[in-house]
């Protein structure tokens, strides 16, 4: 272990952190110095001493100089192995998800065992064995180092939810568009919410815990899916949920006219459900966060679709949809707020998601 002796500021621990942050902006931290602290103060080490302008903008007058530990550069996986394998952690859970080809098998524990030793988090090291298939979009997954189990608890958005990635649909690359919708419900607000598609609770949660006093009617087809969801309502202390098991084509007829809000998340097939999310809005109508894929390719057969191509078909796809049900349900207007790609799907595919204001 080095140490060295080097410029620093003394600050009461209160504002250690807002002194933090306010260097680390200037660019004058040394990052690769461990900050220490000695009874109420931190001692933040500078990559020079501060001019007298630098100290006011910091808000700081005790200057001196002290010794601290070096850390070591962290290596990247990619310095180890010498390529960068694609995986997606789900709890304390790694999944690879490179094609099965991809990582050689004899590389595969090597790989498993870096990501453990890189990753104090990670417990499991699994590789995905299957693609994401089947009416309750699951995967099966193969168990490479660590512990002999899939269950975990993924923590997105200041909400946790247990669940089995081989028994259930979890996607940690949408926690920002989980985000994007459940930000559109006003805590204040009394909303009545569908989630046709709810798997674990993903969307429901994070919505029912920031609008206490909305409702949200969660329905899943996989019984696992609707398990997992009453065990996520506990963890998260929210009880303003309705967790339903079943197939959304028959349970829309308990929902007549309910809601104000539907999301739409089941991108492969969402079009052959519009007509239900239609039955199950609210006659002065309510807001549709719509899921579905569209493919773009560069160029083939002397064609190309690029992506702005893909999202003006779907455009064009949805709002024809939503007329033919908007008139049977006697809706007026009908404003596609925004269309926009949420996530690769495949590699010429994206999963679009659109936002249908209907009234
Ligand atoms: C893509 S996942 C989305 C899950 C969740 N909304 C999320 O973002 O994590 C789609 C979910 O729809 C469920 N599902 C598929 N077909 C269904 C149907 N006909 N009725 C109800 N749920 C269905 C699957 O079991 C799966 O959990």
């Known amino acids: 272990m080095r140490t060295e002796n080097l410029h620093c500021v003394k600050v009461e621990k209160g504002r250690g952190e807002q002194v933090r942050r306010a260097l680390k ?34 808000g700081v007058t005790e200057f001196l100089t002290a010794d601290f530990t070096i850390l070591e550069p962290r290596r990247s996986i990619e310095d180890i192995l010498g390529f960068s394998p694609a995986y997606e952690i789900i709890g304390d859970i790694a999944v690879l998800t490179g094609s099965q080809d991809t990582i050689a098998e004899t590389n595969e524990l090597q790989v498993a065992h870096t990501i453990l030793d890189l990753h104090k988090n990670i417990k ?3 590789k995905r064995i ?7 979009r699951n995967r099966k997954l193969k168990i490479l180092a660590g512990e002999n189990r899939t269950e975990t608890i993924h923590k997105e958005n200041g909400c946790r939810y247990k669940l089995d990635p081989e028994k259930v649909y979890f996607n940690p690359s949408l926690a920002g568009e989980r985000n994007r919708v ?41 019984p696992d899916a609707i398990r997992y969801l009453h065990e996520n309502m506990g963890l998260n202390g929210v009880r303003n949920i309705e967790p339903i098991e079943g197939d959304v084509s028959g349970i829309y007829l308990k929902c007549e006219n309910k809601a104000n809000r539907i999301i739409m998340n089941l991108p492969k097939s969402a079009y052959m459900f519009l007509r239900e999310a239609l039955y199950m809005l609210h006659p002065k109508g309510g807001m549709i966060h719509f ?30 949809k939503l007329k033919e049900h908007c008139d049977e349900f006697h809706y007026q207007t009908l404003e596609l707020q925004e269309v926009r790609k949420v996530k690769p799907y495949a590699p010429y595919a994206y999963i679009i998601g659109v936002d249908a204001a209907i009234y």
């Open 25 to 58: 902006e200037l660019k004058l931290l040394r990052t690769d110095a461990k900050i220490t602290s000695k009874s109420d103060c931190i001692y933040l080490p500078l990559i020079r001493a501060l001019k007298a302008a630098e100290s006011e903008v910091v």
């Open 124 to 126: 499991v090291v699994a």
């Open 182 to 222: 459940a930000m559109q419900v006003e805590p204040s607000k009394t909303e009545q919410i569908i989630d046709m598609f709810a798997g674990v609770g993903s969307f429901a949660i994070q919505i029912a815990k920031r609008a206490p006093q909305s409702h949200v009617t969660a329905i899943d087809i996989n």
């Open 291 to 320: 899921y579905t894929v569209e493919e773009f390719y560069p160029a083939k057969g002397g064609k190309s679709k690029s992506l702005d191509m893909a999202l003006e078909i779907t455009k064009a796809k949805v709002t024809a």
């Open 130 to 136: 299957s693609a994401v298939e089947g009416v309750y």
